[in-house]
């Protein structure tokens, strides 16, 4: 079974759609000790990093994830549920503190002097260059194939080994990171067609060799 | 690099997509009867349909139901973003929907009669969620007016004011229709597009007037939108999502193609 942390996020009802289309078990996990059968979590997210990481919080998920992630079990996070995993967030009054489990932090897309328009949020499809070989998180997925992403910030590995793939929106940033058992992406598989299927299947079938 | 979007529209009427000829016809009989919702949102999600919009043409209380069962049974089917429009008043409409799994919501009307809708929702759902869609008709050589209602009612706001507005009170996205257009097939209108477009920091999303490949090319690139959204071109047969898009990238417009 893969547990579907719900915290309240609004996609979590896509997220599970597709995981389901994926092949996977999937329960609506809201409590640490919903994960007692679980072989795999999934940390679904939309919205506002504080929302996120304060609910998850309130439902005394924070210490779980973070146990389940030392411990070495498999974690996928989406887009907030990437964030999630970082130091901090430069989103506006943010003080919420991430999970910690990567250094480094959030920060907003800015205009650069190639793009001074550059719309915020990134609202659309767009490449994923993949930067790990023979990364499992991409098994099957062609170079290049375009993901759908709806964001105005993203994480900055202090780490750059963990960046599993990078893409361009007036400034290259992680788009995913694969390291060992947490995978997590900034895009939505779960919105991204048959890509996005394809990499949800991969960590189905990772979590089940778990 | 982002690749510009191709959105078919389904305009739904009682559970069925319907046509209209031209703008606010819908109630008047002037409807072409196209096929069920959810088959052509599939039809279209295999053609790499980058997004679907659904509009609930009837915005009444038994539309708003029927909606919600085409939503539901679309985000069943389909692993692409889905937005929902038409007769939605309340941020209870706006969690209804997206419960049901529509991705982003779009007001129009309610949202000229209470901006305060828009940061209400982006408050509560993020700004991503909240499309603005603004109908503008232009009234003078150098005047865009919007208009509530289908077209219906003048409301004296100037389109590029209204969508700047709009977008500082926390949408997302905006969706352009220009009413003079819609329905001609005639191409869409590139002033009124570029000068919305190059005024707000969140996508342009152009509506109303494609009749050709060419209409979509140059609403890309002279209308600086962000993505087109079409109806009758596609429900018709004149070209799949895929032809659109065939056609974009030999004009150096950069899309999304379908993995084979």
């Not at chain 1, 939309?46 to 994830?65: H, K, P, S, T, W």
């Not at chain 2, 209400?120 to 008709?137: L, N, R, T, W, Y």
């Amino acid at each position: 079974m893969l547990a579907l942390l719900d915290y309240g996020a609004g996609n979590i009802r896509s997220v599970e759609k597709a995981l389901r289309a994926a092949g996977a078990d999937v329960q609506r996990i809201a409590r640490p000790d919903g994960l007692a059968h679980a072989r795999g979590i999934v940390l679904p997210g939309v919205g506002a990093f504080d929302d996120c990481l304060n609910a998850i919080r309130r439902q005394e998920l924070d210490g779980a994830v973070k146990d389940w992630i030392t411990a070495g079990r498999p974690f996928l996070g989406i887009c907030v549920g990437y964030q999630a995993l970082f130091d901090r967030s430069a989103e506006f009054n943010s003080c919420a503190l991430g999970l910690g489990v990567f250094a480094g932090p959030v920060v907003r897309f800015q205009p650069t002097a190639a793009e001074p328009h550059l719309k915020v949020p990134q609202i659309g499809w767009n490449e994923v260059e993949i930067t790990q070989a023979g990364c499992p998180l991409f098994a099957g997925i062609p170079d290049r194939s375009h993901f759908y992403f709806v964001h105005s910030f993203y994480p900055q590995p202090a780490d750059a080994s963990v960046v599993a793939g990078r893409t361009d929106y007036g400034q290259t940033f992680a788009a995913a990171v694969c390291k060992d058992n947490v995978w997590a992406t900034q895009f939505h598989p779960e919105k991204s067609q048959q890509v996005g299927l394809q990499l949800l299947r991969n960590f189905v079938e990772f979590a089940g060799r778990g | 690099m982002l690749a510009r979007r191709v959105i078919p529209c389904l305009d739904v009427h009682d559970g069925k997509v319907t046509r209209g000829v031209q703008f606010g016809r819908a109630e008047t009989g002037g409807l072409r009867e196209v096929g069920d919702p959810v088959e052509l949102a599939i039809r279209y999600n295999d053609q790499g349909a980058d997004e679907m919009v659904f509009f609930d043409i009837t915005a009444s209380a038994h539309g708003r139901r029927s909606m919600i069962d085409v939503i539901e049974r679309a985000a069943d089917r389909c692993f692409m973003p889905l937005t929902v429009g038409g007769g939605i008043r309340t941020r209870e409409d706006m969690s209804t929907m997206l419960q049901a799994g529509a991705d982003k919501v779009s007001i129009n009307s309610s949202a000229l009669a209470n901006p305060g809708l828009i940061r209400e929702g982006a408050e509560k759902f993020g700004a991503q969620c909240i499309v603005v869609s603004i109908d503008a008709k232009k009234v003078a050589p150098d005047r865009w007016e919007v208009f509530a209602k289908g077209g219906r009612e003048a409301t004296g706001l100037e389109a590029v004011a209204w969508a700047r507005r709009a977008v500082e009170l926390g949408a997302g996205e905006i969706v352009l229709n220009s009413i003079d257009a819609d329905g001609t097939k005639k191409g869409f209108d590139l002033v009124i597009t570029a000068r919305v477009s190059e005024s707000v920091g969140v996508p342009v999303v152009a509506s109303g007037g494609a009749g050709s490949l060419e209409h979509m090319a140059e609403v890309l690139l002279a209308g600086k939108a962000d993505a087109v959204l079409a109806a009758s071109i596609f429900h018709f047969g004149e070209f799949t999502v895929g032809q659109v898009k065939d056609y974009l990238a030999q004009r150096g417009i950069p899309v999304r193609r379908l993995v084979r």
